[in-house]
């Protein structure tokens, strides 16, 4: 499970073991309000040259893993989704890639918005694809994973 919340990665870079990290409330499978701290476990983020330890927590009784990420990123994405839609926006509207994004990186997301926009809403959903990130994003859903 992964628990979002409002975290500053370059203090985190700086040392994770003296950051404050918020505890979740409880567990998000099994609701027992008690959660131990369970580790680290090492994320890549973009902007980072190296990957940062990330807290974890576990449920004495369901024996859930809890990890946590900062808010404002999709799971199993390096990119911050503003990095993500800024990048699609811009391609959309002009026809080339941001500066700075990796190519392969940006075609991938584009990818995953069609694939999602297409299934969900049909052609009307491509026609504006920004329309169709923003209405993902909403939905809980990860806009630009390949995953529909």
């Not at 499970?1 to 040392?15: K, Q, S, T």
């Not at 090492?42 to 004495?60: D, H, K, S, T």
């Not at 503003?82 to 500066?99: D, E, M, Y």
Request: proline share 5%; aromatic share 10%; glycine share 10%.
């Amino acid at each position: 499970m992964i628990a979002y919340v409002e975290l500053d990665l370059n203090r985190i870079a700086g040392n994770s073991r003296d950051y404050p990290w918020p505890q979740p409330q409880s567990c998000s499978r099994c609701r027992h309000p008690k959660l131990w701290c369970h580790g680290f476990v090492r994320v890549i983020f973009e902007g980072f040259r190296q990957a940062l330890q990330m807290r974890r927590y576990r449920c004495p009784k369901c024996g859930c893993v809890v990890r946590v990420r900062p808010a404002g990123f999709f799971a199993r994405h390096q990119s911050a989704v503003a990095t993500i839609r800024g990048a699609l926006a811009h391609r959309i509207s002009t026809g080339r890639w941001l500066g700075g994004v990796p190519g392969n990186r940006a075609r991938h997301w584009l990818g995953g918005l069609k694939k999602h926009a297409l299934a969900l809403w049909g052609w009307a959903g491509v026609s504006d694809l920004m329309v169709a990130f923003d209405r993902l994003v909403a939905m809980g859903r990860v806009a630009v994973s390949r995953a529909v």
